[in-house]
């Protein structure tokens, strides 16, 4: 078996004769990579729904009751009137993402086309399943024909859920809409959740409940993030060849490459769909795209390492990435990449990593990594950090242990009262599911309020190391 050794550097060896770099950086050049790696391209369903259509059809309203929320991520483009929300939802033991392409740019009727076609053409391309939303009361407009016209050229499954059908007297009012051609229509009320579950019922059909394509239990790294941030750089560092992530032609992006990479005592799969297609090819809207390939990528990760651009600052994009690795529950660790174009002083760095916790609190204990792929600086930081988070998010906590441990801090400081309700809790344990969580049997668990549940979490993050993984909480009733 031939090895090859992408770096070279000479290695100290200390007194129990283990490699020891010059500071960290020799280790982090010692790279090999041997022909045995293995390739496996597998299509996998990451079971992705976009709802598209004109602003207040009730895109919105739809998007909180499918994710069980009142508030989602939200990019806002400067000079585009519109939102973009990204969510989780689930129906009938189906997960699946949810997009809102969210409104159009106000303006001439030119302006409007090219803006349809934009979001639409880009949710098709990156979707399973489409719903298209219209307004039940307003009546059929030539904006939703144009958006029909594009989903029925795609070839993707779609679906025309016409919204506000909410009382007899305007029920029949749907019917109007099947003169757009579309055989099967859902009267709706977004808000009331009427006629909500049929559409649902009809989506999920398209969608995968397994989700583990994968055939062996090798950790799965994804590395995500705003375009240019140096993504498919330190994928090429880490493989230790030129290759370029990128995903030309339309209607590839289902397919996920997960490369073996087996050296110096790492054994992973890194998930391969990091980079971007040609500018060329989607200059249209780089970072409604970016987050597209984000969501395939992190569904299929255990552990997602979020890269941004330390010139640029740890911005919103950046930040909407990490919360969907966090909201999906994946291990997380964050690399600012491009860290030999800061100007440094002793303080810089300590006051950077302080700005970014802030800014990603609550869930702020995360392995922050400042490198330099094109200087080769902290990269083997990165995969060790990595690994370290995937053994964090498998770890099992034994029941005896964790009563051992958080009973006495509980019986320390107790629930706060709640309406006059003294709240007791007995017992915890960790739940046998992929991620850690834990639940808590009390007495009252309705009650319990939430600076108590984040008290909990702190406790347990103190005494066991879970860095770098979202943990749940739930309080059951004893």
């Not at 009809?202 to 993030?225: C, M, Q, W, Y």
């Not at 094109?374 to 005896?400: G, H, M, P, W």
Request: glycine residues 6%; neutral net charge.
């Amino acid at each position: 078996m031939e090895t090859h050794f992408l770096f070279l550097h000479p290695l100290k060896m200390d007194q129990n004769g283990s490699k020891k770099g010059t500071s960290d950086y020799a280790r982090k050049l010692y790279f090999c990579r041997s022909n045995s790696n293995i390739e496996k391209k597998i299509e996998i369903m990451s079971n992705i729904l976009s709802l598209i259509g004109r602003p207040n059809v009730g895109k919105s309203t739809f998007f909180n009751r499918l994710i069980k929320a009142r508030e989602a991520i939200v990019d806002s483009v400067a000079g585009v009137t519109r939102d973009r929300h990204y969510g989780k939802s689930d129906w009938n033991g189906y997960e699946f993402s949810v997009i809102d392409t969210g409104g159009y740019v106000v303006g001439s009727d030119d302006i409007f086309e090219a803006e349809i076609r934009k979001q639409a053409t880009l949710a098709i391309e990156e979707s399973d399943v489409i719903v298209l939303m219209v307004d039940g009361r307003e009546g059929l407009t030539p904006l939703d024909e144009e958006v029909a016209t594009i989903l029925r050229e795609s070839g993707k499954p779609y679906y025309l859920a016409v919204n506000k059908i909410d009382s007899p007297s305007n029920y029949l009012d749907y019917t109007e809409f099947y003169a757009l051609g579309i055989p099967e229509i859902y009267p709706i009320s977004a808000a009331s959740g009427s006629g909500t579950g049929e559409l649902l019922d009809a989506v999920v059909k398209h969608f995968s409940k397994d989700k583990e394509e994968n055939t062996d239990d090798l950790p799965r790294i994804a590395i995500v993030g705003k375009p240019n941030v140096g993504k498919s750089s330190i994928i090429n560092a880490f493989l230790g060849e030129e290759r370029h992530i990128v995903t030309p032609l339309a209607g590839t992006t289902r397919d996920t490459i997960f490369t073996r990479y087996k050296s110096f005592g790492f054994d992973f799969y890194l998930i391969d769909t990091a980079g971007l297609r040609k500018k060329s090819k989607v200059e249209e809207d780089l970072e409604f795209y970016s987050v597209m390939r984000a969501v395939r990528s992190i569904e299929n990760a255990d552990v997602c390492i979020v890269m941004a651009d330390a010139s640029q600052g740890f911005e919103q994009q950046d930040l909407n990435i990490f919360g969907l690795a966090a909201r999906n529950h994946k291990g997380v660790v964050l690399v600012m990449n491009k860290w030999d174009l800061i100007e440094k002083d002793n303080h810089t760095h300590k006051e950077y990593e302080d700005l970014i916790r802030k800014r990603i609190a609550p869930f702020n204990d995360v392995p922050i990594i400042f490198t330099s792929v094109k200087e080769k600086q902290r990269i083997f930081k990165v995969l060790e950090s990595a690994i370290e988070v995937y053994n964090n998010r498998t770890r099992k906590i034994s029941t005896s242990e964790l009563n051992d441990t958080l009973l006495p801090i509980i019986q320390q400081t107790p629930p706060p009262m709640n309406k006059d309700k003294v709240i007791r809790i007995k017992y915890v344990t960790q739940l046998p599911v992929a991620y850690p969580t834990f639940a808590f049997f009390c007495n009252l668990p309705q009650y319990v309020v939430d600076s108590y549940k984040r008290f909990l979490e702190n406790q347990i993050r103190k005494h066991w190391n879970f860095s770098g993984v979202p943990m749940e909480i739930y309080f059951r009733k004893k």
